[in-house]
């Protein structure tokens, strides 16, 4: 594994802390609806991470198997 990846990782598991923290501080202030918009709009994001990085796996495997 490269710093790359290892970074992505450390990455979407900073992001999703904090956006899980952010959600429960808006479910005390009885913000609910907000909270349930954070979270999604977190789970958006960190996707499109993991689909970035899966591109990227995917593009590597190719070069690595001559299949350009």
Do not use: C, P
Not at 1 to 23: D, R
Not at 48 to 64: G, H, N
């Amino acid at each position: 594994m490269s710093s790359f990846e290892i970074g992505t990782i450390f990455q979407i598991a900073g992001l999703g802390i904090i956006i899980a923290i952010f959600a429960a501080v808006l479910k005390q202030m009885n913000r609910e609806d907000y909270a349930h918009w954070v979270t999604l709009a977190g789970v958006v994001i960190i996707l499109f991470m993991v689909i970035r990085a899966l591109a990227d796996l995917f593009q590597e495997i190719k070069s690595m198997f001559l299949f350009q």
